[in-house]
T-cell receptor, first 116, second 115 residues
Framework: ETGVTQSPTHLIKTRGQQVTLRCSSQ?????VSWYQQALGQGPQFIFQ???????GRGNFPPRFSGLQFPNYSSELNVNALELDDSALYLC???????????????FGSGTRLTVV | LAKTTQPISMDSYEGQEVNITCSHN???????ITWYQQFPSQGPRFIIQ???TKVTNEVASLFIPADRKSSTLSLPRVSLSDTAVYYC????????????????FGTGTRLTIIP
């Protein structure tokens, strides 16, 4: 089975620009979550998508938005980038049968975003 | 959500048993305790989950006392490849909590294994 893949692996953007990060979920998984991890910190929940709809959101402003596609892949979009948005962005997928369980999440290796 | 407290860092020698303790004084009745491991430039990876007493798998053991206000992750005979950040998470992942299943990470424990 394939794991979670994220693209690109690294990205440099200028303050004020917009960025799109992509995630392909693990085969058989239908739920995707996004996390932001600043240097030296634990991952922070951004939002989760299930059946192409947002299903839970963390404490992030509306300029952080997402999409889930029929094939369960997902995008994270960030508008009006700020310097503090520099972080590792992680995608995690899970399946309906494992949802609601702390162990059912498979994380990708992340996209390292640097805002200058 | 129950807040967790872990040591910021720990060092251990290869071959030793390592115990990382996590405090979660405000744990709720429906909360489970889960541990994740994260290597540099990788996403977290599930290690073990438990509700009470002791849980063991091929990687680690998890000890939870009767009051559940703390838990201890035990890694037997560590090797250099166990150098990573270990996160203790507490959350309600029961079916009744549908739609509120985010993982809440703290800053974790940075474990360094010394040759």
């Amino acid at each position: 089975e394939t794991g979670v893949t994220q693209s690109p692996t690294h990205l440099i953007k200028t303050r004020g620009q917009q960025v799109t990060l992509r995630c392909s979920s693990q085969s058989g998984h239908n739920t995707v979550s996004w996390y932001q991890q600043a240097l030296g910190q634990g991952p922070q929940f951004i939002f989760q998508y299930y059946r192409e709809e947002e299903n839970g959101r963390g404490n992030f402003p509306p300029r952080f938005s997402g999409l889930q596609f029929p094939n369960y892949s997902s995008e994270l979009n960030v508008n009006a980038l700020e310097l503090d948005d520099s972080a590792l962005y992680l995608c995690a997928s899970s399946s309906l049968g494992d949802r609601g369980r702390g162990y059912g999440y498979t994380f990708g290796s992340g996209t390292r975003l640097t805002v200058v | 959500l129950a807040k967790t407290t872990q040591p910021i860092s720990m060092d251990s020698y290869e071959g030793q048993e390592v115990n990382i303790t996590c405090s979660h004084n405000n744990i709720a009745t429906n909360d489970y305790i889960t541990w994740y491991q994260q290597f540099p430039s990788q996403g977290p990876r599930f290690i073990i989950q438990g509700y009470k007493t002791k849980v063991t798998n091929e990687v680690a053991s998890l000890f939870i006392p009767a009051d559940r206000k703390s838990s201890t992750l035990s890694l037997p005979r560590v090797s250099l490849s166990d150098t990573a950040v270990y996160y203790c998470l507490v959350g309600d992942w029961s079916a009744s909590n549908f739609g509120n299943e985010k993982l809440t990470f703290g800053t974790g424990t940075r474990l360094t294994i010394i040759p």
